[in-house]
């Protein structure tokens, strides 16, 4: 659970009011040296109620830079339930640098669109992921770059639970290392799928995609 987060979105009521659309968006440099901690946190604690959907978007237009330890650029908890008409997007730049950190989680049952139009960096950590996914519902993709440069077990996208797609344009690339993965599935309700590039460029024991316990995958991209 995250202790801090430069922007944070959460209710002061149960439901949400009626025909109301909430907008935030990052478009400076967030910089996050702790550990637990949240660039872009939405936190819907009481969503649950009543079946309820939020309308919500959030975007990065500027750059989140992930120093300390276990933190997040954007993500959703739990009990966060966002509608179809909900987008959020990383269009700028997301930097991970600490370990067992995340670019984009998605948790919960949301229906939004979850989206990386932007570039997503690990750099010189160790277990730690571009997208990671936990969730019931929502349309998830990388659409442009996920970089892992000299980690170690980590991974471009992982999804636990859910369907992630590294769409026709969506590139991953791993230089360096060792054990990363470019794409990795895990359980029988994990489902990934490349329509894009994975390249594996050097390091050891590195993988383009990877799925155990049932998980299902797809690749009609390139993996090289």
């Known amino acids: 659970m995250t202790i801090q987060a430069a922007f944070l979105f959460t209710q002061e009521d149960t439901n949400p009011t009626a025909n109301a659309y909430y907008t935030f968006q990052n478009d400076g440099t967030v910089k996050m040296d702790g550990s637990d901690s949240a660039g872009i946190s939405i936190a819907i604690v009481n969503a649950t109620t009543n079946n309820t959907y939020w309308d919500i978007s959030a975007y990065n237009n500027g750059n989140i830079i992930l120093n300390g330890n276990s933190n997040y650029g954007i993500m959703t908890s739990e009990k966060t339930r966002l509608s179809l008409n909900s987008i959020v997007n990383n269009a700028g730049k997301i930097e991970i640098n600490g370990e067992e950190s995340v670019g984009i989680a998605?948790?919960?049952n949301s229906k939004a669109k979850f989206e990386n139009t932007g570039e997503i960096e690990i750099i010189n950590t160790k277990k730690s992921s571009g997208f990671y996914g936990n969730f019931v519902d929502g349309n998830v993709l990388n659409s442009n770059i996920?970089?892992?440069v000299n980690s170690?077990?980590?991974s471009g996208i992982r999804s636990e639970a859910g369907i992630i797609l590294n769409d026709g344009i969506g590139v991953i690339t791993i230089s360096g290392g060792e054990k990363n993965i470019g794409m990795l599935g895990i359980g029988n309700n994990a489902n990934i799928k490349n329509s894009g590039n994975i390249t594996v460029?050097?390091?050891e024991k590195n993988l383009g995609l990877y799925l155990e316990n049932?998980?299902?995958?797809s690749n009609d991209g390139i993996i090289a």
């Open 106 to 108: 998605v948790l919960g």
């Open 146 to 148: 996920i970089n892992i």
């Open 152 to 154: 170690e077990t980590s």
């Open 201 to 203: 460029n050097g390091g």
């Open 214 to 217: 049932n998980a299902v995958g």
